[in-house]
């Protein structure tokens, strides 16, 4: 199953996440009120009296966290898309596409 996702995102499945993904998140209020607050609080911090070493600290665990979260939300994605094609292989709505020994039950 790992070998199906590899194949997808060689086939721009990347694009099509970020894609499908984005136009979920403009018209989110939740994420977009989240973003905002985020914004204001990044303003804060990099205003208070901190030598430059200090804001390069806190910028770079800022990068951090928004490459690990960024990260993440691409690997639930992908969770998703691997439990849909493990759920429809399992029902012999599609075929052609092996399951590993861990992929060959749904619950």
């Not at 690990?68 to 075929?95: C, N, P, Q």
């Amino acid at each position: 199953m790992d070998k199906l996702i590899d194949d997808l995102l060689k086939k721009g499945l990347g694009n099509f996440i970020d894609r499908s993904r984005d136009a979920l998140i403009w018209d989110d209020e939740i994420y977009q009120k989240c973003s905002r607050e985020e914004d204001v609080a990044e303003e804060k911090c990099l205003n208070m009296n901190l030598t430059k070493g200090q804001k390069k600290i806190i910028m770079n665990y800022v990068s951090d966290v928004r490459a690990t979260d960024h990260r993440y939300a691409d690997l639930s994605y992908l969770a998703g898309v691997k439990d849909t094609v493990g759920m429809l292989v399992s029902l012999e709505m599609i075929k052609g596409v092996e399951l590993g020994e861990e992929d060959d039950t749904v619950e």
